[in-house]
């Protein structure tokens, strides 16, 4: 057998070369489009469910949204598991599926399974499917901070002013730490979050840290009054056999302050 071979490779030496050659440029081809992961990622199929129940305790979290969608989710073809935790106005559920499923066919059935979830949850609970993406597809991690100030200082320019303050390029002047902390969470989320999103390849950026700014509308009943504008009605549920926990509203009318809170089950139209 061998001997054949060797035979064979002696008398036909230009094509075993020429067969060498094709088989290494095979190979240096191959190698440029192999794909190589320092840690291989070996996380099974799953899929997350972001719950926002704004409001909500933990215990009212787990109750009237976590446990209502994963029931719902139970009997879901190729599903092998659910896990979920539960915090202050936010729930997160993990579905496993068994490595034969598709990722987009799993997220399908999340997805209508989470549109019949939706008639019984809570009013102002919204459910989001995560990214397609795993623990080991955080790849970067960045912070946003004020660099100090070199050089003389220009006031009027944005930057940092001889008092101490901070001026945006929008002409902002930041004088305290907090509200210097709120602008650098508003420039993550509006400036740079959309930025990398958009890269090729990236699936979510998330932001961590740092305060949401707010705008608060506060009206002054004396001015309403005097252009005759007609103050709006306490909010009330608006579905009275559905378990919800609404925020306390809070209205001020010719200087007496009302509070409202509904919070339980409602049923029959009683609180």
Not at 182 to 190: A, E, G, I, N, S
Not at 206 to 231: E, H, M, N, Y
Request: net charge positive; hydrophobic share 40%.
């Amino acid at each position: 057998m061998i001997a054949s071979i060797l035979e064979f490779s002696v008398r036909q030496r230009w094509l075993v070369i020429l067969l060498s050659l094709a088989a290494c440029v095979l190979g240096a081809w191959s190698l440029t489009r192999l794909p190589i992961d320092a840690v291989p990622d070996v996380t099974n199929n799953q899929v997350q469910i972001n719950l926002v129940a704004p409001a909500l305790t933990p215990l009212e979290v787990e109750q009237q949204a976590t446990v209502p969608v994963e029931t719902i989710l139970a009997g879901t073809p190729g599903l092998e598991s659910t896990r979920s935790f539960s915090r202050n106005g936010f729930a997160q559920i993990t579905a496993v599926f068994s490595p034969a499923t598709s990722i987009y066919f799993a997220r399908q059935q999340i997805t209508e399974r989470l549109i019949e979830a939706r008639q019984m949850l809570p009013p102002g609970v919204e459910a989001r499917l995560g990214p397609i993406s795993t623990g080991l597809g955080e790849i970067y991690w960045w912070a946003v901070e004020y660099t100090p100030g070199h050089g003389p200082v220009a006031d009027g320019q944005p930057g940092w002013q001889r008092d101490g303050s901070y001026l945006t390029p929008e002409g902002q002047r930041l004088a305290s730490a907090f509200e210097r902390t709120v602008y650098l969470r508003t420039v993550q989320d509006w400036i740079i979050r959309p930025q990398i999103r958009s890269v090729p390849g990236v699936a979510g950026a998330d932001a961590i840290g740092g305060f949401v700014k707010q705008f608060l509308v506060a009206p002054d009943p004396a001015k309403l009054g005097a252009t005759a504008s007609r103050w709006p009605r306490s909010p009330r549920p608006s579905k009275p056999t559905t378990s919800a926990a609404a925020p306390i509203h809070r209205a001020q009318r010719r200087g007496h302050r009302r509070s409202r809170q509904w919070s339980g089950r409602l049923a029959g139209g009683h609180r």
